[in-house]
């Protein structure tokens, strides 16, 4: 049985106004901390000269609705010609549901788009589009919309490292029939060992009744290092070697946590084409995928794109698409 070629049709991205630079006072603290002997969490997120954050009045659901928007526009598609919406806002306006719901009415989708919340972290965008994907060639979807949005800068402890260069934003794409970047495999791994590892949650501890993301101490470096150093370049050589590529055949577009991250993956996968978001607009989670291809996929010049998505369940999904 042939399948249809799914594509890519279009991107979109939403960045808040607001700019904060890293030489604001709010990280002193982190500087300081990198400034210490050792290998330390401030010590290991770096990278970025600036992100954008959210207004206290800012809506995360309008802004990821944005997004959707200019990738439905750049697709050519009408917001009735959907009829899946895969995605996820973080940190959400309620526990549940998900903010993705009123993305749906922001974008003035029809009753008949089924709205799918992924929760996935930092993997959301990817794990969406393969969920799309696989949809779509069992015939039970024609267009999909995967739209993401994250609000962290709301949602973190700035004494601690990781804080240094998390960003707001939001980044969408349209999936449908196609013969340009062509969804061709994905490969994914768990290691739920690391359940814990990193977490979004309350932490009276450090003065914290809402959800603020964090490594949890003793096991949270490990994972960084373990999983989060390693197992990328596994996973994706992995891929590659399933369909007789090399890094040299591909562009590769990745989680951005911070520059070590990057340059360590970078050397270790060696793609031609190495393209982030990070200096400009920080990490923002899991949207740094489809912010970056937003800005870029027009200028991609390999005949390979892989996207990578890793999270703290801990899983990891790298994505191949035919240019």
């Known amino acids: 049985m042939t399948h249809p070629s799914i594509s890519f049709l279009g991107f979109g991205a939403a960045l808040p106004e607001r700019i904060r630079t890293s030489d604001d006072p709010l990280f002193e603290r982190i500087r300081e901390a990198a400034r210490a002997q050792g290998v330390t969490e401030a010590s290991l997120f770096y990278g970025n000269r600036e992100h954008r954050c959210l207004g206290p009045e800012e809506s995360l659901a309008t802004l990821t609705a944005r997004a959707g928007r200019a990738a439905l526009e750049d697709a050519g598609v009408r917001p009735e010609q959907v009829d899946r919406l895969y995605g996820y806002l973080s940190v959400s306006e309620f526990i549940s549901p998900n903010g993705l719901y009123q993305v749906h009415r922001e974008l003035g989708l029809g009753p008949q788009a089924l709205v799918v919340p992924v929760q996935a972290e930092f993997a959301n965008f990817v ?163 489809p912010v970056t291809l937003a800005r870029y996929y027009r200028e991609l010049r390999t005949k390979y794109l892989v996207l990578f998505g890793i999270g703290i369940g801990a899983h990891q999904l790298a994505l191949l698409v035919r240019v």
């Open 127 to 289: 794990m969406g589009a393969v969920l799309a994907w696989e949809a779509l060639l069992a015939g039970h979807s024609q267009r999909a919309l995967v739209s993401v949005g994250v609000g962290w800068t709301r949602n973190l402890d700035y004494s601690q490292g990781h804080a240094f260069g998390i960003g707001d934003g939001a980044g969408a794409a349209v999936l449908g029939p196609g013969e340009r970047l062509v969804l061709v495999d994905y490969a994914a791994d768990t290691f739920s060992n690391e359940y814990g590892a990193m977490t979004m949650r309350p932490r009276p501890e450090a003065g914290f009744d809402k959800p603020v993301y964090g490594l949890e101490p003793s096991r949270g470096m490990d994972a960084f290092f373990q999983t989060g150093m390693e197992g990328p370049p596994r996973l994706v050589h992995r891929l590659l070697q399933k369909h007789g590529l090399t890094g040299d055949d591909i562009t590769f577009v990745g989680h951005q946590a911070t520059r070590k991250l990057i340059d360590h993956w970078k050397d270790a996968i060696r793609p031609r084409e190495y393209l982030h978001t990070l200096e400009d607009c920080g990490n923002v989670v899991f949207a740094s995928v």
